[in-house]
Each structure stands twice: as structure tokens, then as C-alpha cells.
């Protein structure tokens, strides 16, 4: 039994493999009681002040630190193993990309926080719906470029050249905006109309040849319904740059 622990296996005795694995298994324990500490101390404490900022960050960092504690286990339990040159390097570079995953994630939850605590808020106080169809939209765009700036950071230390990536990135995304050309016109005509708010939901308009009372308005497109009760899909790219009549407003009034 003595010679089991005390023999060597890959430069290393059991009892090193014993206690790396010992050390990591601690540094989980802590994360659980600081996990427990952050659901049911820090955020009863925060409950009192007026600051949503706090709230934020506290949440925002809640289940990626458990996973930051774990990435240092990791590296101190490491310290323990004798290591040749060529694994040790390689072992850096494995944390060091779990690093970078446990930045993206808190990243990505900071910033899905802050626009869920303060630009979701704001969509709901307007008449529009189009609003409500963007934030969606914004969240998903933050997090993919989130996501694909982690995986170029990853894909360099994995040795690849990052400077091809990107460049095929700028020629894939060129393609991808010519084949999307339409699409962004009619999400640009939808920012407009957010801003602009010419109409809102059960106004008569006029658009070039089309005339109708707005049923509905999305990212794309503003659905009207016609004096015969005929639908009208209207693209959102025509309402830039084209007059646009609201029958439904009267300046006399000073209101729709």
C-alpha cells in the first residue's frame, strides 16, 4: 500500500493526484457556500437600496464567479503536479481559454441585465409594438458578437491564424449583407419608424398607392387593412424616403 502512494505515475505520485484532486474539490465546496452567500445574503442586502446597478451585477455575476472559483481551483491544484514543459503550457492555455469563456459569459448576463432592467422598461411605456420586436432582436445581435469575439480569442490560442479568420469573416459578412440587403433596409425603416412614430397601431395612412387602417407593425413589415377589408403587407423600407399621410391626425386637434 506504501508503495502505491509513494511510486511515481507520469512523473507524479498518488498521493499529488490525491491532493490536486483534493484542492479542486475544495474550491467547489467554496463556490457553493459562496453561491449560497450571494443567493441569500447579498441579494436580500441589495433588496434595500435604490441603486439597480448593484442588483445588476450581483445577478449578472451569480452563476458565472461558481465557475471562475472552479478555473482557479484549477490553476492552484495544478502547482501541486510536476508537469513537463510541453503539458504545462498546454494546461495554461486550456485555462486560459476558460478564462476567456467565464469572461463571455458574465459579458453576455452583465449586458442581457442591463437591457432587460432598463431598455425593456422603456418599450412598454410606448404605443408601438415594433419596439417590443427589436429588443429581441438586439439581445440576440449583443450576445452573437459576444460569442464570436470569445471564439476568435479561443481559436488564437489555439493557434490559428486569427488575421484569415477575420478576414473571411469581412468576406462572408460582405456576402451574407449583400444576400441580407433587403432585410436591413426594412430593419432600417422599422428603427425609423420607432423613432419617427409617424403612426401607431389603428391609424388610417397613405403610403404611395395604398391606404388602410394599421393592424400591426414588426421589424419588417406594417400590416393595413384595406377599406375592403383586404390585408396589405407593406415592407418598412418604403416608409423611408416616401410621404406618408395619417388621416388619423389632425393638427387642428393637435392629437391622432
Known sequence: MIDL????????????YLLFLGIVIAFLVVA??????????LKNSIKKTKNKLDDIIVSSI?????????????FIA??????PANIQFGYG?????????????????????????YLEPLTKKTES????????????????????????MVLSDLGFN????????????LA?????????????????????KPFTVGNKIIIGKEKGKVKNITLRFTELEAEDNTKIVIPNSKFVGNPIYNLSYSYKKGKK
Do not use: C
Open 5 to 16: 502512494f509513494t511510486g511515481e505515475y507520469f512523473g507524479n505520485t498518488v498521493y499529488q
Open 32 to 41: 457553493k457556500v459562496l453561491n449560497y452567500f450571494i443567493i441569500f445574503v
Open 62 to 74: 451569480e452563476k458565472p464567479i461558481l465557475f471562475f472559483i472552479f478555473i482557479i481551483g484549477l
Open 78 to 83: 495544478s502547482k501541486v503536479l510536476t508537469l
Open 93 to 117: 492555455k486550456f485555462l486560459k481559454m476558460l478564462f476567456e469563456f467565464f469572461l463571455a459569459w458574465f459579458i453576455i448576463s452583465f449586458i442581457d441585465a442591463l437591457i432587460v432592467e
Open 129 to 152: 409594438d415594433l419596439d417590443d420586436h427589436l429588443l429581441p432582436f438586439v439581445r440576440t445581435l449583443t450576445k452573437a458578437s459576444i460569442i464570436v469575439i470569445a471564439t476568435i
Open 162 to 173: 486569427v488575421t484569415a479568420i477575420i478576414a473571411g469573416l469581412g468576406i462572408g459578412g
Open 176 to 196: 451574407i449583407g449583400l444576400a441580407a440587403k433587403d432585410f436591413a433596409a426594412n430593419l432600417f425603416g422599422g428603427i425609423v419608424l420607432i423613432m419617427d
